[in-house]
């Protein structure tokens, strides 16, 4: 599988509790992103890294919301102490670098997340 | 009022008919995608447009700069077209992508 891989593909998890989901990029690409969506919206941007750099992270996102890039490959997106507002699909996309992109994203199937 | 517009939200097509989506949008942009979602959230991406027209298949996009506006078109559509099509942004000065709420297009055989 040569796309954007996404684990878990659901979590369920009580309120209060810690989540941490994992998202693979296509090897080539150096830009990745986290998005949020929500039933009927479209997706909210959340952060971007280019290679191992957060570049940008959206005020929507609170202290309780971390990611990271370590080696420039894969990302995590942890959400401490879990809300119900946070229940969401998470979505991960990348891309490649800027003097090569002429297609846009390639976005992973998201992992959807049930805080009860 | 949302930074990007789409409309229009609903659309229902006869199989065969050709189709306009449209996307308006406030703010300064670095270019412009066209994303295309079926049901169970896959998120395909169609277009990434900065100026003029792109053709892929039976799908044509178009962007005008001045106007801050895009269409997406769809000739002789078929059922399978059939998804919620997003319009997404970025937006200049920063790697931040905006998205529209979606198109959702259903096409009847």
């Known amino acids: 599988d040569t796309g954007v891989s996404q684990n878990p593909r659901h979590k369920i998890t009580k309120r209060g509790q810690n989540v941490t989901f994992r998202c693979d990029p296509i090897?080539?690409?150096?830009?990745l992103y986290w998005y949020r969506q929500t039933l009927g919206q479209g997706p909210e941007f959340l952060t971007y890294f280019q290679n191992e750099a957060q570049l940008e992270k959206s005020r929507l996102l609170s202290d309780r919301f971390s990611a990271e890039r370590p080696k420039g490959s894969f990302s995590t997106l942890e959400i401490q102490r879990t809300e119900q507002g946070d229940s969401a699909m998470y979505l991960c996309?990348?891309?490649?670098?800027?003097?090569?992109?002429?297609?846009?994203?390639?976005f992973g199937s998201g992992t959807r997340l049930t805080v009860v | 009022k949302n930074e990007v517009e789409q409309s229009p939200q609903n659309l229902t097509a006869q199989e065969g008919e050709f189709i306009t989506i449209n996307c308006s949008y406030s703010?300064?942009?670095?270019?412009l995608h066209w994303l295309q979602q079926h049901p169970g959230g896959g998120i395909v991406s169609l277009f990434m447009l900065s100026s003029g027209k792109k053709k892929h298949g039976r799908l044509i996009a178009t962007i005008n700069i001045q106007e801050k506006h895009s269409s997406l078109h769809i000739t002789a559509s078929h059922p399978r077209d059939s998804a919620v099509y997003i319009c997404?942004?970025?937006?200049?000065?920063?790697?931040?992508?905006?998205f529209g709420t979606g198109t959702r297009l259903k096409v009847l055989a």
């Open positions: 997404a942004v970025g937006t200049s000065g920063t790697y931040k992508y905006i």
């Open positions: 996309a990348s891309r490649l670098p800027t003097d090569r992109d002429d297609y846009g994203y390639t």
């Open positions: 703010v300064g942009i670095s270019a």
């Open positions: 090897s080539e690409h150096n830009r």
